[in-house]
């Protein structure tokens, strides 16, 4: 069993950044890899980056390469998102999950979610 607690969400203006983190506490941090989902009022729950157990892959959708960051510290049992450059469509509930296997970008290969962290970016 894995808990995930996200935190660092918030209100910030088009072009700003925020540095969402996710603690995890339970069974070993290290051997899991770890994503963030977010999902918008009326949308599907979206993939935005996941990172390998090790830290050595990461991926990302197309649409983030640049704007986004993905890491992780095996020694905090944290992982993090950096998030620059944001605009209004980035507007969503970010979650953190960790994934029991398959596919990186499905929501379905992951089997523990943290509660959500709402971000929101005015214009």
């Known amino acids: 069993q894995v808990q995930l607690v996200e935190s660092g969400g918030g209100l910030v203006q088009s072009g700003g950044s925020l540095r969402l983190s996710c603690a995890a506490s339970g069974r070993a941090f290290s051997s899991y890899a770890m994503a963030w989902f977010r999902q918008a009022p009326g949308k599907e729950r979206e993939f935005v980056a996941a990172?390998?157990?090790?830290?050595?892959?990461?991926y990302y959708i197309d649409s983030m390469k640049g704007r986004f960051t993905i890491s992780r510290d095996n020694a905090k049992n944290t992982v993090y998102l950096q998030m620059n450059s944001l605009k209004p469509e980035d507007t969503a509930v970010y979650y953190c999950?960790?994934?029991?296997?398959?596919?990186?970008?499905?929501?379905?290969?992951?089997?523990?979610w943290g509660q959500g962290t709402q971000v929101t970016v005015s214009s």
């Open positions: 999950a960790a994934r029991n296997s398959g596919s990186y970008y499905s929501p379905l290969s992951y089997n523990y």
């Open positions: 990172i390998s157990a090790n830290a050595i892959s990461k």
